[in-house]
């Protein structure tokens, strides 16, 4: 490499730096003749357009949406693992990668970006009544802040069908909730609750019923709520966890 490649070559990092702290602003104007220092510059410009530009825009808070079920093939279409299947709908919705297990976080992980805002989804592999232990680990390795943690799972206080979202509130009796507010110590974050409840009420034994796999009817309800409550994470991300609230809890 000459003495002028290598003075150009800091020239251009230094000068990458400064656009990437905001200290310089950079214009293209069009050039009659792309004589050797319009080339330095274009690829300067790449540069930046390719490394800078997604961090300069990008919004600084990372967002975890966490679905909750239990791992294993036995419980995929069981009422439990609504949540699970609904960020596995939101990773497709979004063209995220495939999700892949990380011993770390003990859970299932695939990360993108949506909206130019930075997204993890997680599936816990611990069973529900342990999903604090996978999401603290996540939670604080991220440096997620309260409101920046979203979380999907079934509730059987709401109809079959119908979603809520909260925010700050008690577990309500899931278990699952309940792990995340005693591992974190704090309820100061986001639920989409999905209803399961039957049309014929509360059953008596709750937790063998939220174990137990749906009829076909059942399954395409399942199906439409799992699509909706996609919907609505989409629609916070586009907006506003406020607008959210008042377009689907309804």
Known sequence: MTILAISQTKEKNFFIHRVCRG?????????????????????????????????????????????????????QKTWHNIGSRTVNEIAANFQFP????????????????????????????????????????LYTKHKIQDTNLWIIHDDIDLPLGKIRIVKNRGSAGHKGAKSIIEELKTKDFIRFRIGIQPKTGKPKNVEKFVLQPFNKEEEKIVKEV?????????????????????KFNK
């Open 23 to 75: 200290q310089t602003k950079v214009e293209m104007r069009p050039q009659p003749h792309r004589s050797p220092s319009f080339n330095l510059l274009y690829v300067i410009i790449l540069d930046i357009l390719l490394f800078c530009k997604p961090n300069a825009i990008m919004k600084k808070n990372m967002i975890l949406i966490v679905g909750l079920g239990n791992p294993g093939k036995k419980y």
């Open 98 to 137: 495939i999700f892949n297990f990380q011993s770390i976080f003990n859970a299932k992980i695939s990360k993108g970006i949506f909206k130019n805002q930075k997204i993890i989804l997680a599936e816990p592999q611990t069973f529900m009544n342990n999903s604090g232990k996978a999401v603290k680990i």
């Open 226 to 246: 799992i699509k909706k409550t996609a919907e609505a994470i989409e629609f916070s991300l586009k907006y506003s966890l406020e607008k959210a609230m008042s």
